[in-house]
């Protein structure tokens, strides 16, 4: 009985002796050097966007009246940076001489290893970003003025009783720490949302490479 055409394509595949198979992994194989070598080149342009905004930022803020923000920021992406840079280290070591099934899985580890830490981060460095944007604009002077001292002012103007500690108002210090709480909750889903965003068709693309590739192993 003559074999399928599906059979013909999936002993190509596994085996390296078939006259379909150089054809067949050939064609995988570039497929996964160009989706892995696109990744890089988003996945760089990220990180050099990030550090130029983050040094754009910083000297904004100064330039504006809100340093402690531009600090803020500037710090927190570095860490991001640093951390991503590390990351790439890896994956620039994976081996393109293996097998386009093996070189695709290898990367695919590593997006799965450097999407969840920077989910975890994204649980730090988005409550920090709230957080350095209060401390900016609460020490930011219009008129010879504290704002935050402007902001205490009215505040104990219209409510007497009000709690101060360390001369902030109670409220607005509960109302921040909730703030970060909650961010501290929703920045895997924040960062998965971004995520989507930026990388969303590569990663599509990904999934949709090794699931032909282990259809045709099957």
């Known amino acids: 009985m003559e074999k399928s055409i599906e059979s013909i394509w999936k002993q190509g595949f596994l085996n390296s002796n078939a006259l379909v198979a150089p054809k067949l992994n050939n064609l995988y194989n570039q497929k996964s050097i160009h989706l892995i070598d696109k990744f890089k080149r988003m996945f760089k342009i990220n990180l050099y966007a990030i550090i130029v905004g983050s040094l754009l930022f910083l000297g904004i803020s100064f330039l504006i009246g809100i340093p402690i923000m531009g600090i803020g920021f500037f710090l927190t992406l570095t860490v991001i ?8 280290r890896s994956l620039n070591k994976i081996d393109k001489s293996e097998s386009s099934y093996h070189y ?86 924040i960062y998965n949302w971004d995520l989507k965003v930026v990388y969303g068709g590569v990663l599509r693309k990904l999934d949709e490479i090794i699931a032909d590739m282990e259809e045709l192993r099957s």
């Open 104 to 189: 695709i899985k290898a990367f695919d580890n590593w997006v799965k290893q450097q999407v969840s830490v920077n989910r975890i981060m994204a649980s730090f460095y988005y409550p920090l970003f709230f957080f350095s944007m209060v401390l900016g604009f609460w020490h930011y002077h219009f008129n010879g003025k504290q704002l935050g001292e402007a902001i205490t002012n009215y505040m104990i103007l219209h409510y007497p009783g009000i709690g101060l500690i360390y001369g902030v108002p109670l409220f607005i210090i509960l109302s921040v720490i909730l703030m970060m709480v909650l961010l501290y909750y929703l920045g895997g889903r």
């Open 81 to 88: 940076v640093i951390v991503n840079m590390r990351l790439s």
